[in-house]
């Protein structure tokens, strides 16, 4: 993968439309072909009924979510093609990295903020805190209705990733299982970006609960890769070249 790949930067409002879209992800990888335009494509997808009995405005929605969440990482795009045997949790895992990934507030609202819940003496999280949040980090950005959306959306989007409990308020705060194979698809698609970070303490791990020492755990345990932390100095030796490459045999 490109070094000039990179995590996106620019707040936008796609999760307005799709929360984290589990199973219509999983039906976009196995359809996908990226050789044709995106409108092109919505209309196959319509057509041969991609995601089932929905509307061709609908249909759009849907592409246009998914050509901003994982058409940037082509190489990652033809390994989930393939990938027909993936087990639920680690498609829950990767469909919250890439959200991740592909929008910054998404990430930042995972990856930091609901991070630094963890440290309150009981970590829940609802909606008039989420609205706070937003309005502190994007103030004077929207409507107030546009705000409760987004609130909305990223509550539900967390919650289908694991992090949190359920639909009512207080939302408990909660670490979702990671697969090795979900981790290891996602160290190799960062060690193939540009993100902010570094491959041990970053937004994405962090949102799950990996970091300090049970990251180390999980990554000194993980096949494909081998993983040496003296004092501040970080060693990583890699058995895949690549992503493709590493695909091809941990699955």
């Known amino acids: ?71 940037p990482f082509p190489e990652s795009v033809a390994v989930l093609k393939r990938w027909s045997a993936m087990d639920a949790t680690t498609r829950q895992n990767l469909c919250h990295f890439h959200l991740q990934v592909s929008d910054p507030m998404y990430r930042r609202f995972t990856g930091k903020f609901l991070v630094e819940r963890w440290e309150q003496p009981a970590p829940r999280v609802d909606r008039d805190i989420t609205l706070r949040w937003l309005r502190s980090e994007y103030p004077d950005r929207w409507s107030d209705a546009t705000y409760v959306q987004f609130a909305s959306k990223l509550l539900s989007a967390a919650s289908e990733a694991g992090l949190i409990s359920g639909k009512r308020d207080p939302r408990t705060l909660l670490l979702p299982k990671v697969t090795d194979l979900a981790l290891g698809y996602w160290l190799h698609l960062l060690r193939g970006i540009t993100f902010e970070g570094t491959l041990t303490d970053n937004p994405y791990f962090a949102s799950v609960g990996l970091r300090d020492g049970f990251l180390d755990q999980r990554l000194r345990a993980l096949p494909g890769v081998a993983f040496r932390r003296m004092g501040h100095l970080i060693e990583f030796d890699w058995t895949a070249p690549s992503l493709a490459a590493w695909a091809e045999t941990a699955r």
């Open 1 to 71: 993968m490109s070094a000039a790949v990179a995590e996106a930067t620019v707040v936008h409002t796609r999760i307005l439309r799709l929360a984290l879209g589990m199973e219509e992800s999983r039906s976009y990888w196995e359809h996908v072909d990226l050789t044709i335009s995106p409108a092109r494509r919505a209309l196959a997808a319509f057509e041969e009924r991609w995601f089932g009995a929905k509307s061709l405005s609908w249909v759009r929605v849907l592409i246009s979510n998914f050509v901003g969440r994982f058409d």
